[in-house]
């Protein structure tokens, strides 16, 4: 039982390069979430995924997408990449049962923007 | 709109001594509140939750919180902490969705 898997671990781009940040979950949880977090400012929600097929956006969507490409995965993904998306991205999943339920995070993605 | 703020950034403290980080948040309707805890190049995790009952909770490792309404706030405290709880705490709350909304943080440290 793997938890949350992210992928790749550490990124460079140059301004204007485009990647995809994958993320998978074994516990067959129902909601898959995007966080940034950035010094000072706590972790912010980009975007969310209830279940299957659908997709919400967070506090700071501007400059991503996102893909619920099946139950267990969610992708992230910078159509072209700036310097204030440098960040470390991490992504968590719940049961999906409701605001008390707690929410289990990957190790992140460390991503410099150049 | 709903906020969580942690006082302090970060909050040094020998070996042993007691710890206060300190969580206050907004909200005019019922919340559940929790702390998750975020070791060095590691993802969060959480410590303790309070979702109704008693107003004290604690986690296995020796930290507790207390629900306090009327000041609306969900500080968390140890008796004595270990060289190994040097990370960083996040308060959190959610309201009636799946959503979590964070505080900015309080690193500790504990020095030997």
């Known amino acids: 039982n793997a938890g949350v898997t992210q992928t790749p671990k550490f990124q460079v781009l140059k301004t204007g390069q485009s990647m995809t940040l994958q993320c998978a979950q074994d516990?067959?949880?129902?909601?898959m979430y995007w966080y940034r977090q950035d010094p000072g400012m706590g972790l912010r929600l980009i975007y969310y995924?209830?279940?299957?097929?659908?997709?919400d956006k967070g506090e700071v969507p501007n400059g991503y997408n996102v893909s619920r490409l099946n139950k267990r995965e969610f992708s992230l993904r910078l159509e072209s990449a700036a310097p204030s998306q440098t960040s470390v991205y991490f992504c968590?999943?719940?049961?999906?049962?409701?605001?008390?339920?707690?929410?289990?995070f990957g190790p992140g993605t460390r991503l410099l923007v150049l | 709109a709903q906020s969580v703020t942690q006082l302090d950034s970060q909050v040094p403290v020998f070996e042993e001594a007691p710890v206060e980080l300190r969580c206050n948040y907004s909200?005019?309707?019922?919340?559940?509140l929790f702390w998750y805890v975020q070791y060095p190049n590691q993802g969060l995790q959480l410590l303790l939750k309070?979702?109704?009952?008693?107003?004290l909770v604690k986690s296995i490792n020796g930290f507790e919180a207390e629900f306090n309404k009327s000041q609306t706030s969900f500080h968390l405290r140890k008796p004595s902490v270990h060289i190994s709880d040097t990370a960083e705490y996040f308060c959190?709350?959610?309201?009636?969705?799946?959503?979590?909304?964070f505080g900015t943080g309080t690193r500790l440290q504990v020095f030997p």
């Open positions: 968590a999943s719940s049961g999906g049962q409701g605001p008390q339920e707690t929410q289990y």
């Open positions: 516990m067959n949880h129902n909601s």
């Open positions: 995924s209830a279940s299957e097929g659908t997709t």
């Open positions: 909200s005019s309707v019922s919340v559940y």
């Open positions: 309070y979702l109704s009952g008693s107003t």
């Open positions: 959190a709350v959610s309201l009636n969705t799946d959503k979590l909304i």
